[in-house]
């Protein structure tokens, strides 16, 4: 099946930028997303892009997709305490149409220090 | 707007014990879904439902069963909890067309001794 991998951790300083990367196997997806898992919640949607771009921006947040390499990343600017959890990237096939599954990576633990 | 509820918070289940996750969504989402969150794995997939009387199965749907009486409820039936099952369950619902965002629950944690 397809795969999405990410590191298991990443301990950044409180006002740096962090930046959590993913790579997935799957060239027909259509959809790639990153939720943020604060303790003892479920996830949460953080943003998302289209296969057909190659950068979003929100606020703080950043989403590079290089699709040749099927590389997604993640750049929080001024990193904040508050941002302390865990960060899933995901996507969605273009194969997947009926089942509308996301495939999970096993998420990135960001830890901000003080 | 309540969302995606699931109940309950925690579970404890001895090995052979049945029960019942509970899930309830309120934004008349057609779509809706049961992942396990397992250390180190991400989250798999066990059951899906596109709509009200139909179900499939995920990833990894052996020893749990699932239906869809209405649009709002999505329960997840354990009928012989093993310890393999000892996991954080999600529960997730999304809009039936274009729209892609999945909408969770805040999460069920089992532990089958």
């Known amino acids: 099946g397809e795969d999405v991998e990410q590191s298991l951790f990443l301990s950044v300083r409180e006002g740096d930028s962090s930046v959590i990367n993913c790579t997935y196997t799957?060239?027909?997806?259509?959809?790639l997303y990153w939720y943020k898992q604060e303790p003892g919640a479920g996830l949460q949607l953080l943003t998302y892009?289209?296969?057909?771009?190659d950068m979003k921006q929100d606020q703080r947040l950043t989403v590079l997709l290089n699709k040749k390499d099927k590389h997604l990343s993640l750049r929080i600017a001024d990193t904040q305490t508050g941002d302390s959890a865990i960060y899933f990237c995901?996507?969605?096939?273009?194969?997947?149409?009926?089942?509308?599954?996301?495939?999970f990576g096993s998420g990135t633990r960001l830890q901000v220090q003080p | 707007n309540a969302g995606v509820t699931q109940t309950p918070k925690f579970q404890v289940l001895k090995t052979g014990q049945s029960m019942t996750l509970q899930c309830a969504q309120d934004?008349?989402?057609?779509?809706m879904s049961w992942y396990r969150q397992d250390p180190g794995m991400g989250l798999r997939l066990i059951h899906y439902?596109?709509?009200?009387?139909?179900?499939d199965q995920g990833e990894v749907p052996n020893g749990y069963n699932v239906s869809r009486s209405t649009t709002e409820d999505f329960p997840l039936r354990l009928l012989s909890a093993a310890p393999s099952q000892t996991s954080v369950y999600f529960c997730?619902?999304?809009?039936?067309?274009?729209?892609?965002?999945?909408?969770f629950g805040s999460g069920t944690q089992l532990s089958v001794l």
């Open positions: 997730a619902s999304s809009y039936s067309t274009s729209r892609e965002k999945l909408f």
């Open positions: 799957d060239s027909s997806s259509t959809y």
């Open positions: 892009i289209f296969s057909n771009m």
């Open positions: 995901a996507e969605r096939g273009g194969k997947d149409t009926g089942r509308r599954a996301l495939t």
């Open positions: 934004m008349n989402h057609e779509y």
């Open positions: 439902s596109v709509g009200a009387g139909i179900t």
